[in-house]
């Protein structure tokens, strides 16, 4: 049950990001606001596109390989979750927001923020409520440890 919840919460939320983004990209479409004027924008949008990229392949790999049994707080604490609990909401940001300043679309860019706050406020709390009951003090060991 726990595992199907973990991933219906997950779902929903990935599911927003795409909702804001394609909503993002509609607004640009029809006002084109330019935010970006020097030619190194498109080189950092590049670089995060890169960074996001591997982070999500990173997180999802690695929570392909997290142990069942003897589950201690170094259990979550593998690969990019040693860095933040989060790491592929994270990588969907930066990759829509790298895609926002390729494409100088600050739809996009405000859509990926406001996609963050929701899955912040929203998704990642009720995930990890659902990741708190399933694997108990381990989990809530490793969540004083590691930040969002």
């Not at 004027?37 to 690695?62: C, E, H, R």
């Not at 930066?94 to 600050?106: E, H, P, Q, S, V």
Request: proline content about 3%; hydrophobic content about 50%; charged content about 20%.
């Amino acid at each position: 049950m726990h595992k199907t919840r973990i991933h219906r919460i997950l779902a929903h939320s990935y599911a927003v990001y795409f909702v804001l983004f394609l909503i993002g990209v509609t607004l640009d479409f029809i006002f084109k606001i330019e935010i970006f004027t020097s030619p190194i924008a498109v080189s950092v949008g590049v670089a995060l596109l890169i960074f996001a990229s591997f982070l999500i392949l990173w997180a999802q790999k690695t929570s392909r390989n997290l142990k069942k049994e003897n589950i201690t707080k170094e259990t979550f604490c593998q690969g990019p979750y040693c860095y933040t609990r989060s790491p592929t909401h994270w990588g969907l940001f930066f990759l829509m927001l790298g895609f926002g300043i390729i494409a100088d679309a600050f739809f996009v860019i405000l859509s990926t923020l406001i996609s963050m706050i929701i899955a912040k406020f929203v998704f990642i709390e009720k995930q990890e409520e659902a990741l708190g009951e399933k694997y108990g003090t381990p989990y809530l060991e490793y969540k004083k440890l590691i930040k969002l």
